[in-house]
């Protein structure tokens, strides 16, 4: 429906979801039923983790309450800097909570170890972190990453949530672009 915007499909509606369903069935063994904490709390960031994060949920066996932020990072658009401000905070309290932040992807890992750094000051009872893809890049930030999906090149991609100018998030797969949209 973008025409030929779309380079290459990288992972396919099918994969994704599979891949959502094998991490669904592992994480909801790290949380007994009827725990003292609570529900499972789903943190998503905003926009891009949306899609990924209401698979996951339906996927997930056991009961998850949601809850969303949204970052924005200074600095130049194409590479974080690591100065995170909050555009919208939580609406409740995660203190004595198990926390599960829900991510799209983990570039240089900058933005998420600043949000792990800010939610464990909330006093969470647990706080891990679920995404579906990560760079390479990733690889060399300190940011422990429980559960990751796919690893994948250092290409820019779009698809599933993931945008290039606010367009392309309501592709079901995840794709490369063809550089004559951005070029
Ligand atoms: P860091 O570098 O802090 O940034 O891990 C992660 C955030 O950067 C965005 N990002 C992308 N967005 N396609 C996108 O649509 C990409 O290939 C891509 N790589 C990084 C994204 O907002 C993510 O949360
Ligand atoms: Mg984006």
């Known amino acids: 429906m973008y025409g030929d915007d779309i380079a290459s499909v990288l992972i396919t509606e099918a994969e994704i979801k599979a891949k959502t369903e094998e991490l669904a069935e592992i994480i909801a063994k790290r949380y007994p039923p009827d725990s003292p904490e609570g529900d499972l709390l789903l943190i998503g960031v905003l926009k891009g983790a949306i899609f990924f994060m209401t698979d996951f949920a339906r996927a997930l066996p056991i009961p998850t309450q949601l809850e969303f932020m949204a970052v924005s990072?200074?600095?130049?658009?194409?590479?974080?800097?690591?100065?995170?401000?909050?555009?919208?905070?939580?609406?409740?309290d995660i203190a004595g909570r198990n926390v599960l932040i829900v991510e799209d992807i983990i570039d240089s890992g900058l933005t998420l170890s600043w949000l792990k750094r800010?939610?464990?000051?909330?006093?969470?009872?647990?706080?891990?972190?679920?995404?579906?893809?990560?760079?390479?890049?990733?690889?060399?930030?300190?940011?422990?990453?429980?559960?990751?999906?796919?690893?994948i090149p250092n290409e820019f991609v779009v698809g599933y949530g993931l945008d290039y100018a606010e367009r392309y998030r309501d592709l079901p797969y995840i794709g490369t672009l063809n550089p004559k949209v951005y070029s």
């Open 118 to 151: 800010n939610l464990s000051t909330r006093n969470p009872a647990s706080l891990e972190v679920v995404t579906l893809l990560r760079k390479p890049d990733a690889l060399r930030t300190p940011v422990d990453v429980a559960h990751v999906g796919f690893d």
């Open 73 to 92: 990072s200074y600095g130049s658009s194409t590479s974080s800097s690591g100065v995170v401000r909050i555009m919208k905070d939580l609406d409740k």
